[in-house]
């Protein structure tokens, strides 16, 4: 019978590092004994005069606390180093997987253009034209990459339907906010509770005409106002199986148009902005590795081509 050996499991290292302390805290008190025990008998043996005495002990006193702060400065230093590491890389971990989320949305929606990479980075650049804190826009444009991932809830016959919707499918497709919040609330992670805003608000319009909550003006939350402008922005300039692309002149005036309608006035003034950075987006999500098509590719081939650029999303 084949024997399947057990991973590693990196949950040794918190015995071996226990180990490794006690070790040396050992060493340390041993040292610290032998030294008290060697100068006593030192004194006795010299015998020195009491002032004598109380000073070396002081002296001996100083040196041991000295030791004592470098040991616990280096060691404190490689607690936090190692903190700082495992946040980092748990933070890379979650926003791979955000990135990689996205990613299986877009094979879902059949959107092979890069059109979260140009929603998530978009948001950022009109975030920042805004003023918002720098944390903010990187939050906004780590997590916008979600904002259609309620569409995997969508059933296929509609997501794909190359005619105009009907009535009772454009109802449908419009559940794709309540889908995509409800896959992302209740976490603690400030990218995911980030999306979750952006997956149920993306739709609202400032004038309240838009769904699921028809909310006014800024009852709708910042970073959903944002992502409606860049979102429409991208879809009108992008050919879809129901629509040829508008042209960039077009769809700039219908931005503009829809100021302090459809969208709120001061996104719409970073958005004209920010015009020549979401266009340079363009180009670059164009040139970014294209999804490959729906045949059967080797893993090991597919996975350069998917682990390219293009899951760096921000
Ligand atoms: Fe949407
Ligand atoms: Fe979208």
Request: with cysteine; aromatic share 6%.
């Amino acid at each position: 019978m084949r024997m399947v050996r057990e991973p590693s499991h990196p949950r040794g290292h918190g015995g071996d590092r226990a180990r490794a302390a006690a070790w040396v805290a050992s060493v340390y008190i041993a040292v610290a004994l032998a030294w008290m025990v060697a100068m006593s008998w030192l004194l006795h043996k010299v015998k020195a005069t009491v002032a004598t005495t109380l000073s070396i002990e002081a002296a001996t006193g100083a040196l041991l606390i000295g030791g004592s702060a470098v040991l616990i400065y280096f060691y404190v230093r490689s607690l936090i180093g190692d903190l700082e590491r495992h946040h980092k890389s748990s933070l890379q971990s979650k926003l791979e997987l955000v990135n990689r989320l996205a990613l299986a949305a877009e094979y879902r929606d059949d959107l092979r253009g890069g059109h979260n990479y140009r929603i998530g980075h978009g948001s950022a650049i009109l975030a920042r034209l805004m003023g918002l804190p720098p944390e903010r826009c990187d939050l906004i444009g780590q997590s916008a990459v979600l904002h259609d991932i309620g569409k995997i809830g969508v059933p296929d016959s509609i997501i794909s339907k190359p005619g105009p919707l009907t009535d009772e499918e454009r109802e449908i497709v419009q559940r794709h906010v309540l889908y995509g919040a409800h896959l992302l609330e209740g976490s603690d992670s400030p990218v995911i509770q980030t999306a979750h805003t952006i997956a149920l608000t993306h739709h609202e319009r400032w004038d309240g005409s838009g769904y699921p909550y028809g909310l006014v003006g800024e009852k709708t939350p910042v970073e959903g106002r944002i992502v409606a402008v860049v979102d429409v922005f991208d879809a009108l300039t992008s050919k879809r199986p129901y629509k040829a692309a508008w042209t960039v002149e077009e769809a700039r005036a219908f931005v503009l148009d829809q100021s302090g309608k459809l969208f709120d006035p001061a996104v719409v003034a970073a958005f004209e902005e920010g015009l020549a950075e979401l266009l340079a987006l363009r180009e670059k999500s164009e040139a970014l590795v294209p999804l490959p098509e729906a045949e059967i590719v080797p893993t090991g081939a597919l996975v350069p081509k998917v682990g390219s650029e293009r899951l760096r999303v921000v």
